[in-house]
């Protein structure tokens, strides 16, 4: 048992040599103990565990600052250092992050969880150890797919400038999160192929220098190879050759599944997650998507390495040939390559999570949304009832959306709902539409007024459905405006307060991107007060927008959403109790303005 | 005379080669004489006059696309494509615009003014063509500094995956806007100082066939290599050395003042714009970084190829030495370098325009302002009434800025408030902090409170100068709140409407991220209504923030601002008059509000 004994990276350099196999092998049992029963990235920390202790025998952490991208492989850093409890002590599972985490540890440097960083933010490192005049070394480490983002590049292509001492550590697993794409891997093959010879060499056409380990998997290897470069006064890549998944059969055969597993029988890697047989969004999405692009060979699915939130499977990626594009961890490209597409008489449809496409904001404002090309985006996750670590919240997609002029960003309430903007979205072509996947689970509502379905039932001013808010139910003392995955709140709310005897206009927004400003006039109007409810961010979301609105008429308004903030692995429901976005909450704001 | 003959591409094409160079020298000769009186980007344009005939010559535009990057380089193109007149009719100048304009002309594509999107959005016409079924050629071209932009790598890396036609011409001319930067450009001259035989290409390392054309300005030579990439069936780079300036003596001896230039001697190259000594925003800040540098070696001037946008000519660059980097069209890498300098104990000032760190929105977001290292940065040129091409407006910088937490936008209304700021946020470290240089031209308010000198002047919540706002004068009817260097406008309105013996309470907000909510409740309690006033964009703006904040206490609130939208060479102050972004507009709608 050596993990218990590790409280520092000094420790791990007392290890002997001999021994080094015993401790690599615990960990992997306890990352397989852990991982199986919690869930977390599998494969990319079974694949690093040799490089990760050699980096911590090597290098003099904190002193010297080891900087991880994609930091879902930081686990195995995490054990050496100091950490080893929160993969030990099923008890205390919950007390580190999943990504990099100053607040954690002295050898974390920076909060990260978006792909492609680590180069650039240990150039800034370097860049100001120069400044300050220290000398510790700086080691960048990147990989599982990340060399195919922009900032990846960008980083590297400015590191031969820095000019002194910076070593960045590419682990080069064959993977990204699914298979990887573009020209620079099949480069990398080639560099795996001649033990790093090939001339075609990405990194030093980008002038740096470059060192090339095979078996990154074996200890002593990267010991080695490492032990050379430590010091070094000048940028240089040391590629690893890695193993995703490595020393675990399961994840080693099914690499895409086990980039992230949530839980799983240890033995056979069989998923134990519950298949109930509701379809989720993901399956919803390409069940439409499928259909159509077997009926119109012009429409495509494009993704940035993660197929899986379309629904697309291997199996399925494959039977859609060419109308399936997976660009990798590229968001730029894939925002441009759609308002191409498009330009060309194509359909393009892209479906992301929400945190990555921040990623794309000017290509959004400006290759896309400018050119009025149109392109259907397919927004996941977003809500605050979604993914809850502070790098990947889903509560900024309307106040990013919002600010671009041209797009039209559709909140969906409801499956039945979602399914009909898709299908409507695929035939608009006036410019791009954004659909907000509703991120806080599927619901459904009978007899929801769906276009050519349900146009009659529809009030509200400005163009067809879905461009136009649907008028649920009608009152004379105030109007709540429901938006999107926020609906149910909504709603539940006002039957409360309609109970009370307080008559409620229930609003079903459907565009968050903003409202005719007639039909805030006639809300306005006609009632005592406006609640809109919203749950992302309240800087820059909807509700700001209304009230922007209604503000000529001096009427009370209160916008209900998530106060602008980093949230770090937080508890859903209380965060969403503290915003008021509740029922009650809801229902007790309203009181209090028609008070 | 042959401009005046060409209607289309094919009349290029029926021009006998031996009359190529007379064309050429034609071309060159209005360029000249159009952009010495109106202004223009020359160095680029008169580099590509002989790659552009030759385009012409081998590909039928527009059944064969051409898609420019950056599109500033699209005169001469503009020029045998119809729309020679808008270069050689004074009287017509203005009828195009300075970048590929579908509007214009079916031998345009996209709308692009931000940098190396060429290559990714060819790759979308050509996924786009093939889907359809069509057979026509794309051709991407791009140069002058944008390979160093991470979308242009993304869409290469990429590109080797589409399998079928797409000719990339790389316009090297060995130039950014300023010099170079970069690994990636050590190795193009590798590629130049061996006609393109080197082993280290970086295109060829992202999967890509490559071709040489070392005399890029000579037309027969680069027409004969297009002619054997015509209808080629993949994607092929043809790197191509052209000369920026080519032709034009002081265009060729200044490369980085003819970048852009906007009114200049013919025969000398000497500059006719006035100089009439008062400091520009440019000036006044490399007065203050440049003393506060040498006063301590910590802190860093960053650029992204714009470093006269800080004050940095090529002398003060060199005279800063380690202190000031450029990394060239690369903003997401700047905003991370920023962040690790801060975080090794640096002091990073990244000056931009604000149009283009949109390219940064994901690393403020996560690699700057979650971690809450302190840089600062500078945004330029925003405000309505700076850049008016739709691809460069400064419209957008609050709500981008404003989605972002942890990040303090300051918005200063003065000279004397900028300086002041500025200082203070070099010295501040308690997070990330952008300054919103006014983008309306310099202006002075003597007497004006500052911190230290000035803080018992200061009224307001919140904590000390500058994060707290500044209550100019005191009355009861009406609050308006005039941010930036829109204040102004808000202090003639109050003005005014005291005179016509309305009360007004003026507001210099001074923070553009928004007011202290106790702030707001105060204003809403003493007053009938509130105004706020701001040269940005009305959606996820400031004044939003204060109508949301405002709204439970129903008091009339009216926000102005530029509504949302893509405005194209509009006329600044009719565009401001037309939102009430004047003194009437502003007192009209404090008086509507109170009637």
Known sequence: MYLEKIDSPADVRAIPASELGALADEIRGALIDKLSVHGGHVGPNLGMVETTIALHRVFDSPSDKLVFDVSHQTYVHKMLTGRAFAFTDPARYDEVSGYSEPGESVHDHFVIGHTSTSVSLACGLA???????????????????????????EGLDWAAELGTNLIIIVNDNEMSIAENHGGLYASLAELRA?????????????????????????????????????????????????????????????????????????ATGESLLPTDGEPDYSELTYQVLSARMEADPRIVAI?????????????????????????????EHAVALASGIAAAGGTPVYGFYGTFIQRGFDQLMQDLCVNGNPAVLLSFADSARNMNDVTHLGIFDIPEFNAIPGLTYLAPTCKQEYLAML????????????IRVPGAGVVSREGVALGKAGAAATEGAGPAWPLTPEIVSRGADVAILGLGCAFPIAQEAAAALEAEGVGVTLVNPRVASGLDETFVEELA??????????????????????????????????????????????????????????????????KELLA
Chains 1, 2 share one sequence.
């Open 127 to 153: 860049k100001g150890r120069d400044l300050v005049g220290d000398t510790y070394n700086v080691v960048a480490v990147i990989g599982d797919g990340s060399l195919s983002g922009g900032e990846a590049f």
């Open 194 to 266: 001649t033990n790093g010879e090939s001339p075609n060499n990405y990194f030093r056409a980008l002038g740096l220098d470059y060192r090339y380990i095979e078996d990154g998997n074996d200890e002593q290897t990267v010991e080695a190879a490492l032990s050379k470069v430590r010091g070094i006064d000048h940028p240089v890549v040391v590629h690893i050759h890695t193993e995703k998944g490595h020393g675990y059969a399961p994840a080693v055969q099914n690499k895409e599944r086990f980039h992230w597993d949530g839980w799983f029988d240890k």
């Open 303 to 331: 993704s940035s390495a993660t197929p899986i939130i379309m629904g697309f499977t291997p199996a399925r990626r494959a039977a859609a040939g060419k109308q399936f594009v997976d660009v990798g961890i590229a968001e």
């Open 423 to 434: 299908e409507w979205a695929i035939d608009y072509r006036e410019g791009p539409v954004a």
């Open 525 to 590: 109007g006609s009632h005592k007060a406006i609640v809109t409810v919203e749950d992302g961010q309240l800087e820059g979301g909807f509700g700001e927008k209304v009230a922007r609105q209604a503000g000529p008429y001096g009427i009370r308004v209160r916008c209900l959403g998530i106060p602008r903030g980093y949230y770090d692995r937080y508890d859903p429901a209380e965060l969403m109790a503290s915003c008021s976005l509740t029922p009650e909450g809801v229902a007790a704001a309203a």
